[in-house]
């Protein structure tokens, strides 16, 4: 095990799969020379020379598109979208022909790309720094997604996409790129999609969570300690989704928080939300209640943290629940 | 090396039987040529019969390609088998030229599950139905192929609407920084719908767009398909040696509607319809055969008569196709699809069979 951050893992990840696959490629803006404007992909172009580590136009769509023409060469790619809100103007390439591509063919060609991205707030940036877009990747069907919580599982998710024979999207909580430190596996690393992660066991009430929400419920649950005994999951990927493990968290808590940064309405908590209502009512001793980001334009910087979902917020709504 | 800016005029082989002469290709063999006849006559006769099984209920809507078909058979008989074509809907029959049933083709109007082929059976995409999206995935495929060594090139066919798309501006700029090689094949119909190219562009010719990307631009006209035939070669020569994309433009007029739901009559000139229907691409070609003394009016009912029948047999076959069944509905988006995707037909066909 190495302790490694966050992006670190990212990084690790680029040069255990490279290694391994030579028909794994990475390209986007700035991940060659410089190595990505994170460092993600820090070292790949001198390894593993610029025809596999890419420095592209700056051009989302024209990444993503030329992606799935390197898929029917035989490539892997794996598409660097410099952040969250730049990767929008691929958003037609992903809908039009990335999750459709395959079914047209009627199966007979596969797209194995990789989409990833830094998302999220709470980094002081400039506008369009600082989206959740994961709803998008989410309803886009033939599109899988994951986004990790840990070090550990930035590389294994990332390996895991890499090596998936469908298009997926990861999205990296940037907040915690050089923030968050923690074990890592050496060597081979992958974290299956579809599998959630206990990442706290609890007894009153299940807070659900994914990338860098699942940090801010821990904290929520240390701090309702004595109070309420909080579970805490981790769902790791949205798309396959681990019904089980929310279904099963659920059942054993009867009481269910969400905690989400993206905007409200049609967010995925909605989504899970109606899962539960649907196949859990009678587990549940309490509406399920929402935790999210608002129905507005990620915020100026200096107000950002009223947007984001905070300790105290979701210490309200578990208190909320509890007392229902 | 220098990219000089687009060449102005027209680039023509085929002669009027009066006052222009008629040129020649250099390595068309007679063959060469009656081949080409026979590729023309096939997707003219794909198309006129497509007109009419849509009348006739047989296929859903079919955007048209009449006076389309020298652009096509042209630039694809300039390409090796191997290498890949990036079709829009103007191009579905393209296939065909590759030995595609047109079974496939017509269940794509179809519908039905039958017209979604292989590409890689045939080196021909899938039909790209949104403008222009297709081109950085033929800017892609050309490029892969550059970094695995191969020396297979690729042709991605759009409208002179497409060349307002941010689409085939990306696509074409990846080619062109990548040198991959792809050739970028535009039919200038003239015409997106009821836009006329003065309300898409206000470049003089779309050819010139191809020098801010820092590749050739090549206007050829497009109702002569010995013309596009030399100029996609010489686009595709480049593209082996290395030299990178080319832009070809070429001019051409829609006699037709857009396809089988539009009605043209609102906006486009009928006088001028008729004038470019009288300089259509297969009278040209068979009238410059015939000056060659290659084709004689037997040897043409034959060609028809061939064509004839393999649509025959391709709209029996379609017909024929077993319908769907439902289960497609869930199949092939994923090669590992989500368990809900199991669930959700389990449950569709307990109601439906209920």
Redesign the interface.
């Known amino acids: 095990m190495a302790e490694l951050t966050l992006v670190e893992a990212v990084n690790d990840a680029f040069h255990v799969e490279l290694e391994r696959d030579p028909d794994v490629m990475v390209m986007g803006e700035d991940v060659g020379r410089a190595g990505g404007v994170f460092r993600a992909t820090a070292g790949l172009r001198d390894r593993f020379g610029p025809e596999r580590c890419v420095d592209t136009p700056l051009a989302e769509a024209g990444i993503l598109g030329s992606a799935v023409g390197l898929c029917m060469a035989g490539w892997r790619p794996v598409c660097e979208m410099q952040y969250d809100a730049f990767s929008y103007p691929c958003l037609d390439q992903l809908i039009t022909h990335v999750g459709r591509y395959r079914w047209r063919t009627g199966g007979a060609m596969d797209f194995p790309l990789v989409v990833r991205m830094p998302y999220g707030g709470g980094v002081r940036a400039p506008e369009l720094h600082d989206d959740s877009p994961e709803a998008y990747y989410v309803h886009t069907p033939g599109v899988k997604v994951a986004i990790p919580a840990t070090p550990s599982d930035a590389k294994g998710l990332l390996a895991a996409a890499i090596r998936d024979p469908d298009p997926v999207v990861v999205l990296e909580p940037k907040l915690h790129y050089r923030t968050m430190r923690g074990e890592v596996p050496e060597g081979e690393h992958v974290v299956p999609l579809g599998e959630a992660r206990l990442a706290r066991e609890g007894s009153d009430v299940t807070l659900v969570a994914y990338g860098a929400m699942v940090p801010l419920a821990e904290q929520a649950a240390d701090s309702l300690d004595g109070e309420a005994s909080a579970e805490v999951l981790d769902l790791r990927s949205l798309k396959p989704l681990d019904e089980e493990a929310l279904l099963a968290s659920a059942a054993k808590t009867g009481r269910v928080v969400i905690v989400q940064e993206a905007p409200r309405t049609a967010g995925f908590g909605a989504e899970l939300a109606a899962i539960l209502a649907e196949k859990a009512m009678l587990d549940l001793r309490a509406p399920i209640v929402r935790v999210t980001g608002y129905d507005v334009p990620y915020p100026y910087w200096q107000i950002e943290d009223a947007y984001m979902p905070s300790v105290g917020r979701v210490v309200d709504a578990v208190r909320k629940v509890m007392e229902f | 090396m220098a990219v000089l800016p687009a060449e102005r005029d027209l680039r023509r082989v085929i002669g009027d039987g009066e006052s222009i002469p008629d040129g020649e290709v250099e390595g068309l063999s007679d063959n060469d040529l009656l081949e080409l006849h026979r590729w023309l006559v096939l997707l003219r006769t794909y198309d006129e019969r497509s007109v009419v099984y849509h009348r006739q209920g047989r296929i859903g809507t079919y955007a048209i390609f009449w006076n389309h078909e020298a652009m096509q058979a042209g630039s694809v008989y300039a390409l090796e088998r191997e290498d890949?074509i990036f079709p829009s809907y103007r191009e579905s029959a393209i296939g065909l030229l590759r030995g595609m049933p047109a079974s496939t083709v017509l269940s794509w109007w179809r519908g039905h599950?039958a017209g979604?082929?292989?590409?890689?059976?045939w080196n021909v995409?899938?039909i790209c139905?949104?403008i222009g999206?297709?081109?950085?995935?033929?800017?892609?495929?050309?490029?892969?192929?550059k970094?695995?060594g191969e020396s297979t090139c690729?042709i991605a066919y759009f409208g002179d609407g497409a060349t307002s798309e941010?689409?085939f501006h990306?696509?074409a700029?990846?080619a062109a920084?990548?040198r991959a090689p792809l050739v970028l094949f535009c039919n200038n119909n003239q015409w997106a719908i009821s836009t006329p190219l003065s309300a898409q562009t206000a470049a003089e010719t779309l050819a010139d767009k191809a020098v801010g990307y820092g590749m050739p631009g090549v206007r050829v006209d497009g109702c002569d398909v010995l013309a596009v035939f030399e100029a996609t070669r010489e686009a595709v020569a480049r593209a082996r040696a290395g030299e990178g994309p080319t832009f070809i433009e070429a001019v051409t007029y829609r006699t037709a509607p857009h396809a089988t739901a539009d009605d043209p009559s609102a906006y486009i000139d009928a006088a001028r319809v008729e004038e470019e229907k009288r300089r259509e691409c297969l009278g040209r070609y068979e009238s410059y055969l015939r000056r060659a003394g290659l084709l004689s009016d037997e040897a043409a009912e034959a060609v028809r008569a061939q064509a004839a029948d393999l649509m025959r047999e391709g709209i029996a076959a379609a017909e024929a196709e077993p319908p769907a069944d439902l289960g497609l509905v869930f199949?092939?988006?994923?090669?590992?699809p989500?368990?809900?995707l199991s669930e959700d037909l389990t449950e569709l066909r307990r109601i439906l069979g209920g």
């Open positions: 890949w599950p979604w082929w292989n590409p890689l059976e995409a899938s139905v949104p999206t297709h081109v950085p995935h033929a800017a892609g495929l050309a490029w892969g192929k970094l695995r690729a941010g689409s990306e696509g700029n990846f920084v990548m199949e092939h988006a994923y090669a590992a989500p368990p809900s």
